[in-house]
């Protein structure tokens, strides 16, 4: 599936009618465990995201060894919400908890093996306890929530010439606004 945002300025065609859409707030609240405490159902739609974006790849930036507590996390919150054993998680596959990045660097045997061996780190937290440490250790990434755009910046060379440059920002809760590259044309 692909997905894609949406301008609030924009509107639907009646061609587009048929597409499903979906809300997507970006806002993080700055405690997950009052989140879940204060409203389950609101903390779940937020675990529900972070786990999509993770597995989606839209955080390039979190460690392996972090990569891999998330999806033995996932996994341990599957096996205790549908009460399953490990080899009945596996089949539905890797690519459910772990992002296409971390498969690609290594064999599917090796990330089971390490994350079967993993899982008894959290054999005695509930489900809603995974979920926590889940959002804690999502939101911990240096590229958590942020969003990046690509902009024009003026600058001024020799002689008092100035000229546009593309410059690509990324905004974050926990870093500000960061220029990250320019693009040179």
Do not use: M
Not at 102 to 118: D, P
Not at 158 to 173: M, R
């Amino acid at each position: 599936e692909i997905f894609h945002s949406l301008s609030p300025f924009r509107n639907l065609e009646k061609n587009e009618a048929g597409l499903q859409l979906w809300l997507r707030v970006q806002v993080r609240h700055k405690n997950a465990v009052e989140l879940q405490r204060l409203d389950s159902v609101a903390f779940d739609y937020y675990f529900v995201q972070c786990k999509y974006d993770f597995v989606a790849d839209l955080f390039p930036n979190v460690e392996r060894d972090d990569q891999l507590r998330l999806a033995c996390l996932d996994i341990a919150i599957t096996q205790k919400t549908y009460n399953v054993d490990i080899d009945s998680v596996f089949k539905q596959g890797l690519d459910q908890f772990v992002p296409n990045s971390l498969l690609s660097q290594y064999k599917k045997a090796e990330v089971k093996k390490v994350l079967h061996a993993s899982l008894r780190n959290f054999a005695g937290l509930r489900a809603e306890a995974c979920k926590v440490h889940y959002v804690e250790l999502l939101e911990a990434s240096p590229n958590f929530s942020s969003q990046g755009f690509v902009a024009t910046k003026e600058v001024t060379g020799g002689h008092g010439k100035s000229a546009q440059e593309p410059v690509e920002l990324w905004v974050s809760p926990n870093h500000g606004i960061v220029q990250i590259a320019v693009h040179s044309g």
